[in-house]
T-cell receptor
Framework: QQPVQSPQAVILREGEDAVINCSSSKALYSVHWYRQKHGEAPVFLMI???GGEQKGHEKISASFNEKKQQSSLYLTASQLSYSGTYFC??????????WGAGTKLIIKP | GAGVSQSPSNKVTEKGKDVELRCDPI?????LYWYRQRLGQGLEFLIYFQGNSAPDKSGLPSDRFSAERTGESVSTLTIQRTQQEDSAVYLCASSSGDREADEKLFFGSGTQLSVL
């Protein structure tokens, strides 16, 4: 079952912060985050395994709450280069990666 | 090559024709995935290859779709008797591990298929 991402889209000014959420109705083994710029391939950001860990990538970090079956991606002091569509992928006990519909992030100068 | 290579990058075809899309994964990557991405949508799983194991074809939308991979090399996705609803970007990804649960995927740039 496809995870639900929210919001569907967000517009920020450069330097502002954003949070993107990813929720599943199933117990999760891991959560993946990727960013896709327009016309390009998705690019890996991070994988979070169950255990509630938090990871970071530049000024982008994420948390995984396995009890709530959700993950959040935090973008701090956003830069123009952060623009794109962010996809979460969730993995349950079947070890299949299922993608959310994406969150479109637009950063304005 | 340094990354996952897909060809052609663009393909325009007429309804009813067959098309073949190619994916060249990163050397040494045993796992290969095909996804379909419609305009403004997420990634729709099509098929998964892992080494010499039987592929997971559970995502193929109809029997017009098929894919092959020989060993750990190139894969081809074939769509027969194309329909307008097949228009999409077809993305290929590879990874080094045998479980996509905790393996990083490397994506190709995709093939934009347009069926007229």
């Amino acid at each position: 079952q496809q995870p639900v991402q929210s919001p569907q889209a967000v517009i920020l000014r450069e330097g502002e912060d954003a949070v993107i959420n990813c929720s599943s109705s199933k117990a999760l083994y891991s959560v993946h985050w990727y960013r896709q710029k327009h016309g390009e391939a998705p690019v890996f950001l991070m994988i979070l395994l169950k255990g509630g860990e938090q990871k970071g990538h530049e000024k982008i970090s994420a948390s995984f709450n396995e009890k709530k079956q959700q993950s959040s991606l935090y973008l701090t002091a956003s830069q123009l280069s952060y623009s794109g569509t962010y996809f979460c992928g969730t993995v349950d006990s079947n070890y299949q990666l299922i993608w959310g519909a994406g969150t479109k992030l637009i950063i304005k100068p | 090559g340094a990354g996952v290579s897909q060809s052609p990058s663009n393909k325009v075809t007429e309804k009813g024709k067959d098309v073949e899309l190619r994916c060249d994964p990163i050397s040494g990557h045993t796992a290969l995935y095909w996804y379909r991405q419609r305009l403004g949508q997420g990634l729709e799983f099509l098929i998964y290859f892992q080494g010499n194991s039987a592929p997971d074809k559970s995502g193929l939308p109809s029997d017009r779709f098929s894919a092959e991979r020989t060993g750990e090399s190139v894969s081809t996705l074939t769509i027969q008797r194309t329909q307008q609803e097949d228009s999409a970007v077809y993305l290929c990804a590879s990874s080094s591990g045998d479980r996509e649960a905790d393996e990083k995927l490397f994506f190709g740039s995709g093939t934009q298929l347009s069926v007229l």
